[in-house]
C-alpha cells in the first residue's frame, strides 16, 4: 500500500523568501503520480503541482517546482518569491493507477509580512 | 479545469436528525466520486468511493449505515449522514473523477467541502 508522509507539522518563512516543503512516499508500483494539493482557509482543495513518476525532469508550475528524486522516494515542493496569498495548509498526495489518493498529515505554511 | 459544487456549504441540525450533502460534477459525467472527512488542522480521510449505478466501497472503520451514499447518476452523488450526533459534525469535502482526462491515472477534482455542525 502507499503511504505518504510529511514531517513538518508547520512552517513559517518572511514574505519574499523561498521555502521548500518535504514529502517522502513508498510505493511498490513503478507508474504512479505525485502531487502538492494547496488548501487555503476557504478549505477548496487546490492543485498546486504534479509529478509523473516516470518523468525525470523536475515539474514546475511559475513560483511552484518540486525536487523529485525518485530512488529516495522524496518528492519536495519549493515555493519561490513567497507571497501572502501562499499561506495554506499544503498536502502531498500519490495515486497509482486508478486507486484512490493517498494524502500526507499536511505542513500549515504561514507567509508573514 | 473541471468544476464539482457540493450543497451545502455549511449545514447545522439537531442531534438524532439526517442531513444530506450533494456533491455534482458541473462540466463532466464522473461515474466515480469520492467522499472525505476532515478534522480540524487534519489531513483528508477517505470514507468512501461512489461509483456511479453502484454500490459504494467503504473504508475499513466508516460505517455504512451511518453514511449511506448514493451515485444515481453521472454528475451527482448525495452523502446521508442518518441519526446525525455531535461526533459527527466535521468538514466533508467529495472529489470527482474525470474519465476524459489526458492523464492515465484520471485526475480528481474537488468540491468547496461542507460544514456540518450537529448540535
Known amino acids: 500500500a502507499q503511504t505518504v508522509t510529511q514531517s513538518q507539522p508547520e512552517m513559517s518563512v518572511q514574505e519574499a523568501e523561498t521555502v521548500t516543503l518535504s514529502c517522502t512516499y513508498d510505493?511498490?508500483?513503478?507508474?504512479?503520480?505525485l502531487f502538492w494539493y494547496k488548501q487555503p482557509p476557504s478549505r477548496q482543495m487546490i492543485l498546486v503541482i504534479r509529478q509523473e513518476a516516470y518523468k525525470q525532469q523536475n515539474a514546475t508550475e511559475n513560483r511552484f517546482s518540486v525536487n523529485f528524486q525518485k530512488a529516495a522516494k522524496s518528492f519536495s515542493l519549493k515555493i519561490s518569491d513567497s507571497q501572502l496569498g501562499d499561506t495554506a495548509m499544503y498536502f502531498c498526495?500519490?495515486?497509482?493507477?486508478?486507486?484512490?489518493?493517498?494524502f500526507g498529515q499536511g505542513t500549515r505554511l504561514t507567509i508573514n509580512p | 479545469g473541471a468544476v464539482v459544487s457540493q450543497h451545502p456549504s455549511w449545514v447545522i441540525c439537531k442531534s438524532g436528525t439526517s442531513v444530506k450533502i450533494e456533491c455534482r460534477s458541473l462540466?463532466?459525467?464522473?461515474?466515480?466520486m469520492f467522499w472525505y472527512r476532515q478534522f480540524p488542522k487534519q489531513s483528508l480521510m477517505l470514507m468512501a468511493t461512489?461509483?456511479?449505478?453502484?454500490?459504494?466501497?467503504?473504508e475499513q472503520g466508516v460505517e455504512k449505515d451511518k453514511f449511506l451514499i448514493n451515485h444515481a447518476s453521472l454528475t451527482l452523488s448525495t452523502l446521508t449522514v442518518t441519526s446525525a450526533h455531535p461526533e459527527d459534525s466535521s468538514f466533508y469535502i467529495c472529489s470527482a473523477r474525470d474519465p476524459s482526462g489526458s492523464f492515465s491515472y484520471n485526475e480528481q477534482f474537488f468540491g468547496p467541502g461542507t460544514r456540518l455542525t450537529v448540535l
Open positions: 461512489s461509483n456511479e449505478g453502484s454500490k459504494a466501497t467503504y
Open positions: 510505493t511498490s508500483e513503478s507508474n504512479y503520480y
Open positions: 498526495a500519490a495515486i497509482q493507477g486508478a486507486q484512490k489518493l493517498v
Open positions: 462540466d463532466f459525467q464522473a461515474t466515480t
